[in-house]
Protein backbone atom coordinates (compact mmCIF):
# COMPACT_ATOMS: atom_id res chain seq x y z
CA UNK A 1 0.00 0.00 0.00
CA UNK A 2 0.94 3.27 -0.59
CA UNK A 3 1.88 5.90 2.15
CA UNK A 4 3.62 9.15 2.74
CA UNK A 5 5.07 11.09 5.59
CA UNK A 6 5.47 14.44 6.74
CA UNK A 7 8.76 15.17 8.45
CA UNK A 8 7.65 18.14 9.62
CA UNK A 9 4.17 19.04 11.46
CA UNK A 10 5.52 22.96 12.04
CA UNK A 11 8.44 24.87 9.98
CA UNK A 12 9.23 28.21 10.97
CA UNK A 13 10.90 30.59 8.59
CA UNK A 14 12.02 33.97 8.16
CA UNK A 15 10.65 36.32 5.10
CA UNK A 16 13.55 35.71 2.71
CA UNK A 17 15.26 32.87 4.10
CA UNK A 18 14.90 29.45 1.71
CA UNK A 19 11.85 27.16 2.85
CA UNK A 20 12.50 22.89 3.00
CA UNK A 21 9.23 20.81 3.70
CA UNK A 22 10.39 16.90 3.68
CA UNK A 23 8.24 14.13 2.68
CA UNK A 24 8.85 10.21 2.42
CA UNK A 25 6.99 8.14 0.67
CA UNK A 26 6.53 4.37 0.37
CA UNK A 27 5.17 2.58 -2.77
CA UNK A 28 5.57 -0.54 -4.23
CA UNK A 29 5.71 0.83 -8.05
CA UNK A 30 6.49 4.48 -9.46
CA UNK A 31 4.26 6.75 -7.73
CA UNK A 32 2.92 9.75 -8.79
CA UNK A 33 3.33 12.77 -6.08
CA UNK A 34 1.69 15.72 -5.97
CA UNK A 35 2.11 18.65 -3.16
CA UNK A 36 -0.66 20.98 -2.53
CA UNK A 37 -1.19 24.13 -0.26
CA UNK A 38 -3.98 25.55 1.78
CA UNK A 39 -4.80 28.47 3.06
CA UNK A 40 -7.03 28.89 6.24
CA UNK A 41 -10.38 28.53 5.64
CA UNK A 42 -9.74 27.68 1.86
CA UNK A 43 -9.78 24.33 -0.27
CA UNK A 44 -6.41 22.85 -1.46
CA UNK A 45 -4.41 24.37 -4.64
CA UNK A 46 -2.11 22.28 -6.77
CA UNK A 47 1.40 23.16 -6.28
CA UNK A 48 3.33 21.02 -8.61
CA UNK A 49 3.18 17.04 -9.20
CA UNK A 50 5.60 14.35 -10.29
CA UNK A 51 4.42 11.42 -12.85
CA UNK A 52 7.97 9.88 -13.88
CA UNK A 53 8.82 12.49 -16.25
CA UNK A 54 11.65 15.04 -14.89
CA UNK A 55 13.05 14.34 -11.00
CA UNK A 56 13.08 17.95 -10.65
CA UNK A 57 9.73 19.43 -10.52
CA UNK A 58 8.78 23.12 -10.97
CA UNK A 59 5.44 24.85 -9.95
CA UNK A 60 4.22 27.64 -8.71
CA UNK A 61 5.14 30.51 -6.68
CA UNK A 62 8.62 29.70 -6.86
CA UNK A 63 8.28 26.10 -5.39
CA UNK A 64 10.09 23.11 -6.44
CA UNK A 65 10.64 19.51 -5.49
CA UNK A 66 12.67 17.01 -6.26
CA UNK A 67 11.95 13.11 -6.75
CA UNK A 68 14.74 11.27 -5.22
CA UNK A 69 13.80 7.56 -5.64
CA UNK A 70 16.63 5.94 -3.50
CA UNK A 71 15.82 8.41 -0.58
CA UNK A 72 11.93 7.60 -1.42
CA UNK A 73 11.90 11.29 -0.98
CA UNK A 74 10.48 14.00 -2.83
CA UNK A 75 10.75 17.56 -0.50
CA UNK A 76 9.63 20.54 -1.23
CA UNK A 77 11.74 23.80 -1.50
CA UNK A 78 11.41 27.76 -2.09
CA UNK A 79 15.25 29.79 -2.62
CA UNK A 80 13.47 32.45 -0.34
CA UNK A 81 9.87 32.87 1.70
CA UNK A 82 7.57 35.67 0.92
CA UNK A 83 5.09 36.10 4.07
CA UNK A 84 2.58 34.72 1.75
CA UNK A 85 3.74 31.49 1.75
CA UNK A 86 2.41 31.22 5.17
CA UNK A 87 -0.21 28.11 5.23
CA UNK A 88 -0.79 24.17 5.09
CA UNK A 89 1.09 22.24 2.99
CA UNK A 90 0.20 18.82 2.48
CA UNK A 91 2.35 16.05 0.44
CA UNK A 92 0.52 13.20 -1.31
CA UNK A 93 1.08 10.00 -3.28
CA UNK A 94 -1.80 8.57 -5.90
CA UNK A 95 -2.95 4.98 -5.01
CA UNK A 96 -3.84 3.53 -8.35
CA UNK A 97 -5.28 0.46 -7.50
CA UNK A 98 -7.48 1.89 -4.49
CA UNK A 99 -8.42 5.09 -7.09
CA UNK A 100 -7.58 7.57 -4.03
CA UNK A 101 -4.69 10.10 -3.04
CA UNK A 102 -3.23 9.40 0.09
CA UNK A 103 -2.39 12.82 2.09
CA UNK A 104 0.25 13.19 4.59
CA UNK A 105 -0.74 14.71 7.81
CA UNK A 106 0.23 18.39 6.66
CA UNK A 107 2.79 20.90 7.47
CA UNK A 108 2.16 24.53 8.77
CA UNK A 109 4.54 26.69 7.20
CA UNK A 110 5.01 30.06 9.83
CA UNK A 111 6.91 33.08 8.15
CA UNK A 112 7.93 35.75 10.49
CA UNK A 113 9.00 39.13 9.55
CA UNK B 1 -6.17 25.74 -14.53
CA UNK B 2 -9.33 23.90 -13.81
CA UNK B 3 -11.84 25.42 -11.60
CA UNK B 4 -13.87 23.47 -9.16
CA UNK B 5 -16.74 25.28 -7.31
CA UNK B 6 -18.58 24.13 -4.28
CA UNK B 7 -21.95 26.05 -3.01
CA UNK B 8 -22.57 27.13 -0.06
CA UNK B 9 -19.27 28.12 1.13
CA UNK B 10 -20.60 28.46 4.92
CA UNK B 11 -24.02 26.90 5.88
CA UNK B 12 -25.90 27.46 9.28
CA UNK B 13 -28.57 24.93 10.62
CA UNK B 14 -30.51 23.40 13.16
CA UNK B 15 -29.92 19.92 14.82
CA UNK B 16 -32.31 17.71 12.93
CA UNK B 17 -32.26 19.02 9.16
CA UNK B 18 -30.57 17.99 6.27
CA UNK B 19 -27.89 20.12 4.68
CA UNK B 20 -27.45 19.95 0.74
CA UNK B 21 -23.71 20.79 -0.42
CA UNK B 22 -23.13 21.33 -4.45
CA UNK B 23 -19.67 20.79 -5.93
CA UNK B 24 -19.26 21.70 -9.57
CA UNK B 25 -16.26 21.44 -12.16
CA UNK B 26 -16.37 24.73 -14.43
CA UNK B 27 -14.32 23.82 -17.20
CA UNK B 28 -14.06 20.40 -17.26
CA UNK B 29 -15.30 16.88 -17.43
CA UNK B 30 -15.09 15.30 -13.87
CA UNK B 31 -15.77 10.91 -14.60
CA UNK B 32 -14.73 10.54 -10.46
CA UNK B 33 -15.64 13.30 -7.64
CA UNK B 34 -14.04 12.94 -4.28
CA UNK B 35 -16.03 14.23 -0.81
CA UNK B 36 -13.80 14.88 2.03
CA UNK B 37 -14.18 16.36 6.03
CA UNK B 38 -11.13 18.03 7.36
CA UNK B 39 -11.14 18.53 11.37
CA UNK B 40 -9.18 21.91 12.27
CA UNK B 41 -5.73 21.50 12.59
CA UNK B 42 -6.12 17.51 10.51
CA UNK B 43 -5.63 16.26 7.24
CA UNK B 44 -8.19 15.31 4.99
CA UNK B 45 -10.53 12.35 5.45
CA UNK B 46 -11.73 10.84 2.39
CA UNK B 47 -15.63 10.18 2.83
CA UNK B 48 -16.65 8.70 -0.36
CA UNK B 49 -15.42 8.37 -4.30
CA UNK B 50 -18.14 8.80 -6.93
CA UNK B 51 -18.42 8.09 -10.65
CA UNK B 52 -21.06 10.09 -12.56
CA UNK B 53 -24.02 7.36 -13.19
CA UNK B 54 -23.08 4.98 -10.40
CA UNK B 55 -23.70 4.46 -6.42
CA UNK B 56 -20.90 6.29 -4.71
CA UNK B 57 -17.90 3.87 -2.97
CA UNK B 58 -17.49 5.05 0.81
CA UNK B 59 -15.02 4.57 2.87
CA UNK B 60 -14.87 2.33 6.21
CA UNK B 61 -16.89 4.00 9.12
CA UNK B 62 -18.79 6.57 6.65
CA UNK B 63 -22.64 6.08 7.06
CA UNK B 64 -23.94 5.85 3.38
CA UNK B 65 -27.34 7.12 4.77
CA UNK B 66 -26.37 9.88 6.57
CA UNK B 67 -24.20 10.95 4.16
CA UNK B 68 -26.09 10.86 0.84
CA UNK B 69 -23.93 11.35 -2.42
CA UNK B 70 -25.64 11.90 -5.85
CA UNK B 71 -23.05 12.40 -8.82
CA UNK B 72 -25.79 12.97 -11.51
CA UNK B 73 -23.89 14.53 -14.17
CA UNK B 74 -20.12 14.96 -15.20
CA UNK B 75 -20.07 18.32 -13.80
CA UNK B 76 -21.82 17.85 -10.56
CA UNK B 77 -22.20 15.80 -7.48
CA UNK B 78 -24.26 16.69 -4.27
CA UNK B 79 -23.01 15.67 -0.67
CA UNK B 80 -26.45 15.63 1.31
CA UNK B 81 -25.86 15.02 5.15
CA UNK B 82 -29.21 14.21 6.51
CA UNK B 83 -30.40 14.47 9.83
CA UNK B 84 -27.55 16.78 11.09
CA UNK B 85 -26.06 16.74 14.39
CA UNK B 86 -23.67 18.99 16.34
CA UNK B 87 -20.80 16.60 15.53
CA UNK B 88 -21.28 16.36 11.52
CA UNK B 89 -19.91 20.48 12.28
CA UNK B 90 -16.87 20.04 9.78
CA UNK B 91 -15.34 21.37 7.04
CA UNK B 92 -16.23 19.40 3.62
CA UNK B 93 -14.47 19.92 0.63
CA UNK B 94 -14.71 18.15 -3.16
CA UNK B 95 -12.21 17.14 -5.89
CA UNK B 96 -12.83 16.62 -9.14
CA UNK B 97 -10.64 14.61 -11.33
CA UNK B 98 -10.63 14.60 -14.95
CA UNK B 99 -12.34 12.66 -17.76
CA UNK B 100 -10.47 11.29 -20.44
CA UNK B 101 -6.88 11.01 -18.67
CA UNK B 102 -5.29 7.59 -19.60
CA UNK B 103 -2.63 6.20 -17.53
CA UNK B 104 -1.52 7.93 -14.48
CA UNK B 105 -1.10 10.72 -12.81
CA UNK B 106 -4.37 12.49 -13.21
CA UNK B 107 -4.55 15.67 -11.25
CA UNK B 108 -7.36 15.85 -9.04
CA UNK B 109 -8.52 19.57 -8.23
CA UNK B 110 -10.40 20.36 -5.27
CA UNK B 111 -13.18 23.13 -4.61
CA UNK B 112 -12.76 25.77 -1.66
CA UNK B 113 -14.67 24.24 0.98
CA UNK B 114 -17.56 24.50 2.65
CA UNK B 115 -18.13 24.90 5.88
CA UNK B 116 -20.80 23.69 8.09
CA UNK B 117 -22.07 24.18 11.68
CA UNK B 118 -24.87 22.42 13.12
CA UNK B 119 -26.40 23.89 16.32
Known amino acids: AQSVTQLDSHVSVSEGTPVLLRCNYS??????LFWYVQHPNKGLQLLLK??????LVKGINGFEAEFKKSETSFHLTKPSAHMSDAAEYFC???????????FGAGTRLAVHP | GAVVSQHPSWVICKSGTSVKIECRSL??????MFWYRQFPKQSLMLMAT?????????EQGVEKDKFLINHASLTLSTLTVTSAHPEDSSFYICSAREKGLAGFGETQYFGPGTRLLVL
Open chain 1, 92 to 102: VVSDLWLNKLI
Open chain 1, 50 to 55: YTSAAT
Open chain 1, 27 to 32: SSYSPS
Open chain 2, 27 to 32: DFQATT
Open chain 2, 50 to 58: SNEGSKATY
